[in-house]
């Protein structure tokens, strides 16, 4: 039977512990709160800019710079716990004297943007040209189409840009045969661009979000056999040809089958920027197999000569891991819906046959 000295002193210590505990708690309720307070009365505005490609990590980092908020800790639990993490890329103008919760909804508010933002959407696929003519209507004019295009095919303006970005190749670019020498790297995103935005800081924009890509994926694009040109010309190729993100991988696949093979790629996508100019139609690819240019791969082997447009990242993440399973050498898009709606894949070109003349397709 314990004392009651014994019980007396199990007292006490358990007193410790819980008064321990609750100042703790206290303690800690306290910085949570203070960590979620405004830093300062408002004084002090902050022009805030979101990156395409910034994560959570990344923002409250910046902000914790701009002395917007306090406890970067306390900060990115909140952002976690209440769903406010999910940050639209652009230009905000923040003061000190707004609260970390309201710096987060703001953040995530595209009308909270900059009055001077300029939108730019480039949906994956887009040729370089159409690109341009899309900032050229953005800009109100400010810039011509052919003034972009000519800036992008500058090679002393490239040899520039490929100081500060080691996925750009001077040597792979500068190529007479080129349409667009940048064409490829102007990856596919919506951007919040200042208003006086020069055609050099649009550019650098776009390849800001392709060099996010390329560090995200440094490991697949060092272990793959091809060159960063290689994968991001051959991913147009996928691009242009896969009728759904779920076929990309398998459409890369077939590629690289019928490569190791040494088959000529035969991709008609590749004679519809050959046409380039005179491409009105998608039947154009298929009905001119004969089209003298360096990117058709009917009459050339291997990879066209360079990208045949800017690949989104589904496709080079296909190229960079290709679905090469059944050893598939040839393919045909149901582009009629006839039948299904399907991409179909064959070992054999006789089997390939009977898949078209099914679906109504010209060989």
Same mark, same amino acid.
């Given at each position: 039977?314990?004392?009651?000295?014994?019980?007396?002193?199990?007292?006490?210590?358990?007193?410790?512990?819980?008064?321990?505990?609750?100042?703790?708690?206290?303690?800690?309720?306290?910085?949570?709160?203070?960590?979620?307070?405004?830093?300062?009365?408002?004084?002090?505005?902050?022009?805030?800019?979101?990156?395409?490609?910034?994560?959570?990590?990344?923002?409250?980092?910046?902000?914790?710079?701009?002395?917007?908020?306090?406890?970067?800790?306390?900060?990115?639990?909140?952002?976690?716990?209440?769903?406010?993490?999910?940050?639209?890329?652009?230009?905000?103008?923040?003061?000190?004297?707004?609260?970390?919760?309201?710096?987060?909804?703001?953040?995530?508010?595209?009308?909270?943007?900059?009055?001077?933002?300029?939108?730019?959407?480039?949906?994956?696929?887009?040729?370089?040209?159409?690109?341009?003519?899309?900032?050229?209507?953005?800009?109100?004019?400010?810039?011509?189409?052919?003034?972009?295009?000519?800036?992008?095919?500058?090679?002393?303006?490239? +040899?520039?840009?490929?100081?500060? =970005?080691?996925? !750009? /190749?001077? $040597?792979?670019?500068?190529? @007479?045969?080129?349409? *667009?020498?940048?064409?490829?790297?102007?990856?596919?995103?919506?951007?919040?661009?200042?208003?006086?935005?020069?055609?050099?800081?649009?550019?650098?924009?776009?390849?800001?979000?392709?060099?996010?890509?390329?560090?995200?994926?440094?490991?697949?694009?060092?272990?793959?056999?091809?060159?960063?040109?290689?994968?991001?010309?051959?991913?147009?190729?996928?691009?242009?040809?896969?009728?759904?993100?779920?076929?990309?991988? +398998?459409?890369?696949?077939?590629? =690289?089958?019928? !490569? /190791?093979? $040494?088959?000529?790629?035969? @991709?008609?996508?590749? *004679?519809?920027?050959?046409?380039?100019?005179?491409?009105?139609?998608?039947?154009?690819?298929?009905?001119?197999?004969?089209?003298?240019?360096?990117?058709?791969?009917?009459?050339?082997?291997?990879?066209?000569?360079?990208?045949?447009?800017?690949?989104?990242?589904?496709?080079?993440?296909?190229?960079?891991?290709?679905?090469?399973?059944?050893?598939?050498?040839?393919?045909?898009?149901?582009?009629?819906?006839?039948?299904?709606?399907?991409?179909?894949?064959?070992?054999?070109?006789?089997?390939?046959?009977?898949?078209?003349?099914?679906?109504?397709?010209?060989?």
């Amino acid at each position: 039977m314990p004392t009651r000295r014994k019980v007396n002193s199990v007292r006490v210590v358990l007193l410790v512990v819980v008064s321990i505990l609750v100042i703790a708690g206290l303690g800690g309720a306290f910085v949570f709160k203070s960590g979620l307070s405004s830093t300062g009365s408002g004084d002090k505005e902050v022009v805030f800019t979101i990156e395409n490609g910034d994560t959570l990590n990344d923002v409250v980092q910046n902000l914790e710079k701009e002395h917007l908020i306090s406890n970067m800790s306390v900060a990115k639990l909140y952002a976690k716990i209440s769903h406010n993490s999910n940050f639209v890329a652009g230009t905000f103008e923040l003061n000190d004297g707004m609260s970390v919760k309201k710096i987060l909804t703001d953040l995530q508010d595209s009308t909270k943007l900059k009055k001077d933002t300029t939108v730019l959407k480039i949906p994956e696929g887009k040729w370089a040209k159409e690109i341009a003519a899309e900032i050229s209507n953005v800009y109100d004019g400010k810039y011509s189409t052919d003034e972009i295009l000519n800036q992008w095919n500058d090679i002393s303006y490239i +040899k520039k840009l490929a100081k500060d =970005y080691s996925f !750009l /190749n001077v $040597d792979d670019l500068n190529n @007479s045969n080129y349409k *667009v020498k940048l064409e490829g790297y102007l990856f596919p995103d919506t951007y919040y661009l200042e208003e006086n935005a020069s055609i050099d800081d649009i550019t650098r924009v776009m390849l800001d979000r392709f060099e996010v890509m390329y560090k995200q994926n440094k490991e697949a694009f060092k272990k793959s056999k091809l060159s960063v040109h290689q994968i991001v010309t051959l991913s147009s190729v996928v691009q242009f040809e896969a009728g759904s993100k779920k076929d990309m991988a +398998k459409v890369a696949g077939v590629f =690289y089958n019928r !490569l /190791n093979q $040494d088959m000529k790629l035969e @991709s008609s996508v590749t *004679v519809c920027y050959a046409l380039y100019d005179d491409f009105n139609d998608p039947k154009d690819c298929e009905t001119n197999p004969d089209v003298d240019s360096p990117y058709n791969t009917y009459i050339n082997e291997g990879l066209p000569v360079g990208p045949i447009l800017n690949p989104g990242d589904e496709a080079i993440q296909a190229v960079l891991n290709p679905d090469r399973k059944g050893g598939y050498l040839f393919f045909a898009a149901d582009i009629y819906n006839k039948v299904d709606g399907k991409v179909h894949y064959s070992k054999t070109y006789e089997e390939h046959q009977q898949i078209c003349e099914k679906l109504g397709l010209n060989l």
